[in-house]
DNA sequence: AATTCCCCCAACCGCGCCCTG
DNA sequence: GCAGGGCGCGGTTGGGGGAAT
């Protein structure tokens, strides 16, 4: 694409930080805030990319970062956020307040596809691993995570919309209206938000549109054409707005109609999708 | 006590998206 | 409308440290 780097790497220090690294890190960003990363190296006195900069500053030292062992509540959390949204770690950081998306990737990849293994659970799909190869048989089948969205693929509709327990099945597509539209922060877990206080993760599902209309020419050419779609999905559910998708970030919700969209409803004891 | 193995996590890398001129 | 810069995200890697032998 011919992007220029992003910092002269022959000057940049790499791998772990010093102390005083650190140090100077926070000292700048006390001083002058967040943001202009590109610039900030220099500007704070660092050998270092403005990215690593970022990262550091990011997943380790801001203040507002929990450190410790996840609790079994964030671990049920993170997995139901993960059957809707796939591997959105920044989504899914956005509603753990003081976790990290690497946090929480790394947690993901280390101890919670492990727990669901031993539930018999396939931790991508979150489908039921039954025998026989079932991961090779959900592959086949196009519910493993797309490899650039990193969402599960589409199941043929209708298939997915009532799947066997403990499955949580969730199409890309099914969306989330947002009572409000007050959720903005994409990253970081900075928002002083309440941890997820009315988010409902027992989704009255639908069949509907694609939430984000994929620009990359692979998805385009995975979906059939909107107008098929639209024709076959009459209802969406947006979450993306209620999870503090920014416009344009993997939802394009807000440049389609408003009646597209609808509120979901509790579930009744009992039922589940 | 020494060595090997394995796990975990901080950090890097490349890519895609958004913004701006 | 287009191109380039900058930021953020997700996948991957490598080193440190603890467990096992």
């Not at 790497?9 to 791998?15: E, F, I, L, R």
């Not at 990215?51 to 062992?69: A, E, H, I």
């Not at 964030?74 to 956005?94: M, R, T």
């Amino acid at each position: 694409m011919g992007r220029s780097p992003c910092c002269e790497k022959a000057h940049t220090n790499k791998g772990a930080w010093t102390k005083e690294e650190d140090q100077r890190l926070i000292a700048y960003i006390k001083a002058h805030g967040e943001g202009c990363w590109r610039s900030l190296p220099k500007a704070a006195g660092l050998l270092r990319c403005g990215k690593s900069c970022r990262l550091r500053w990011m997943n380790y030292l801001r203040p507002d970062l929990k450190r410790g062992n996840f609790t079994d509540d964030d671990d049920e959390l993170i997995i139901k956020l993960h059957a809707l949204l796939g591997n959105k770690w920044s989504l899914i950081a956005g509603q753990l307040p003081g976790r990290t998306d690497n946090e929480i990737k790394n947690y993901w990849n280390t101890h919670i596809k492990r727990k669901l293994l031993s539930r018999g659970i396939d931790p991508q799909t979150h489908r039921p691993l039954s025998g026989g190869g079932s991961a090779a048989a959900a592959a086949a089948s196009g519910l493993t995570t797309s490899s650039t969205t990193g969402f599960p693929s589409p199941p043929p509709p209708q298939a997915s919309i009532r799947p066997a327990r403990p499955a949580i099945a969730i199409p890309p597509n099914v969306m989330f209206a947002a009572p409000s539209e007050d959720g903005h922060s994409s990253s970081g877990g900075s928002s002083d938000a309440p941890r997820c206080p009315d988010l409902n993760l027992d989704l009255d599902l639908s069949v509907g549109p694609p939430c984000s209309p994929p620009k990359t020419p692979a998805a385009a050419a995975s979906t059939p054409t909107s107008q098929q779609q639209q024709q076959q999905r009459p209802t969406t559910i947006c979450l993306c707005y209620h999870l503090g998708v920014r416009n344009g970030e993997a939802c394009s919700c807000k440049t389609t109609s408003p009646a597209g969209f609808r509120f979901l409803r509790p579930l009744e004891e009992g039922q589940y999708i």
